[in-house]
């Protein structure tokens, strides 16, 4: 019978028994990964950017250190600690994806493993055919997942979306398709890093219980999460690393508040950052007027021309339908709602990454969007590479990003690793810098679409506190976020999309609560 662990031991954890047989699922004896950049895990097309660039890095960077812990079946590990600390490459070692150059890592048991938002999709085909891809690079067969298709899709809640091509879902949508295969195949390790960080309030909540559910199976789940809410609520055990090193493995009340403790001021709560209230000057001016626009995503992939009837290649699907508004120039916008209403769509119409199909939209001024983390990253290049790169994109000259370059690797805090490829980064890392480029520059009118999920507590309140700079000097702002708190606190004006359309509107508390009532209505429902 498992035994949750009481006492918390710093730096080397764990040699309790657990489980019923007492073996250990997962086995890491002195487990270091070391990074030499420019040579040892770089592949050939990094090694030819680096020989032209006449790059001759040698700084070895520790992404893990001495790790020694031991995983029984029944737990439910959370895994903690800030952006850089070790946290991905851990999850890389486990999935069998990379060797450590020293120490052992034994796994024992089937491992399913979710370690990024769209990790191993195929963005052309539909949500209903990379559950296929996925399965079978899982190792199942089709007749299995035949049998377990329905229940993934019912799990998910994408509903409509499940038939649309992957490359129209939202971060989070991404994120829910994700998890339901690979918590629905049965495995005996389930591995998740950040799988869930832009999930809506609704699905967060779902994805625990099923992870317990798990463990009444005698599954092992590790857990990589910035939100210590939820590894307090559903895990049994916390491992905390820092610098590549196990800093402490116990209780999860105890590490995460002590972890807190040490790396920022914030609250136990991630969403509980120190938010000042806006007081912005609005005027009667618009900046943004959006007339009746619709997006509507066909269904033309060889997949579907092949297998489907001619009917059906026909159907048109509305992300966005007949939706009207309109911004004035001061206001901070909050956009609320599940995943799956509309909300990316929106963000990309209106940076002009996609043209409506019907309807109209005018604004006035310079736009700068960020959003989602790594948006725009070409991954075989460094973060250095990608600093310019991005700048350029956003029409800065070379010269320009010369001088903005110190300034952003000292926000991101992350200057050891970016002379590293992009490739090496975690989602939290990603965050950080693609952040810290957008940070520096001055919009005229300034669209995040949940741009912060990944980051750590100590940058999540760094970055808060800089978008509400950033607001400031913007004409108007539009904040696409599951962060409740930030909508009350900051935002000016709230409205809540489901299924494409706008279905409330007004002051932040009033969307907010109505939005709450919603969800506990659906939940008491079902």
Request: net charge positive; glycine share 10%.
């Amino acid at each position: 019978m498992f035994m949750k662990a009481n006492d918390f031991n710093t730096f080397q954890g764990f040699d309790a028994d657990r489980g019923e047989s007492g073996q250990a699922l997962l086995a890491l004896e002195h487990t270091s990964v070391t990074y030499f950049l420019g040579s040892k895990r770089e592949d050939l097309q990094s090694r030819v950017l680096n020989s032209v660039a006449g790059r001759k890095v040698r700084n070895t960077l520790w992404a893990l250190r001495d790790v020694c812990f031991h995983a029984y079946a029944g737990e439910i590990i959370g895994i903690v600690g800030s952006n850089g600390a070790g946290k991905t490459t851990l999850c890389r070692v486990l999935s069998g994806l990379l060797l450590p150059d020293t120490g052992n890592a034994e796994v024992h048991g089937r491992v399913s493993a979710l370690l990024s938002m769209g990790t191993g999709f195929a963005p052309q085909l539909t949500g209903r055919e990379n559950i296929y891809l996925n399965g079978m690079m899982l190792g199942f067969s089709r007749s299995h997942i035949d049998r377990i298709r329905e229940r993934i899709i019912d799990f998910s809640g994408l509903g409509r979306f499940i038939d649309q091509p992957l490359k129209t879902y939202s971060s989070g949508m991404r994120g829910r398709l994700g998890f339901s295969i690979a918590s629905m195949v049965d495995p005996d390790i389930l591995i998740l890093d950040e799988a869930l960080s832009a999930g809506d309030l609704e699905f967060s909540e779902k994805a625990g219980k099923k992870m317990q559910a798990l463990i009444s199976e005698a599954s092992l789940v590790l857990v990589v999460s910035h939100n210590l809410e939820f590894v307090h609520r559903f895990c049994t055990r916390a491992l905390w690393l820092d610098q590549g090193r196990v800093r402490a493995d116990g209780d999860p009340e105890k590490i995460t508040q002590t972890y807190l403790e040490t790396c920022g001021p914030a609250p136990r709560k991630k969403k509980a950052v120190d938010l000042k209230p806006s007081n912005p000057l609005i005027r009667e001016s618009e900046v943004i007027q959006v007339n009746r626009v619709g997006v509507a995503y066909g269904r033309s992939s060889w997949f579907r021309r092949r297998f489907l009837p001619s009917e059906k290649q026909k159907e048109a699907f509305w992300a966005l339908d007949d939706l009207s508004f309109s911004v004035r120039q001061g206001e901070i916008l909050g956009v609320i709602g599940p995943n799956g209403a509309g909300k990316s769509t929106l963000c990309r119409v209106l940076a002009g990454i996609m043209k409506p199909d019907k309807g109209s939209i005018w604004i006035d001024g310079h736009i700068m969007s960020l959003l989602s983390f790594g948006t725009g990253f070409d991954i075989q290049l460094t973060g250095r590479d990608n600093v310019f790169l991005n700048g350029m994109m956003l029409g800065f000259t070379r010269s320009e990003m010369f001088a903005r370059y110190d300034s952003i690797a000292a926000f991101s805090e992350i200057e050891k690793f970016l002379d590293q490829p992009v490739k090496q980064y975690s989602n939290g890392m990603r965050t950080r810098l693609g952040f810290s480029i957008a940070a520096m520059m001055n919009p005229d009118i300034f669209i995040i679409d949940e741009a912060l999920n990944a980051g750590d507590a100590r940058f999540f309140e760094k970055a808060s506190a800089k978008i509400q700079e950033m607001m400031s000097r913007a004409r108007a702002t539009i904040v696409v976020t599951h962060n409740m708190k930030f909508v009350r606190t900051v935002c000016t004006r709230a409205f809540r999309m489901e299924k494409g359309c706008l279905v409330d509107q007004g002051a932040p508390q009033g969307v907010v609560s109505r939005y709450r009532q919603s969800i506990r209505k659906t939940k008491n429902s079902v």
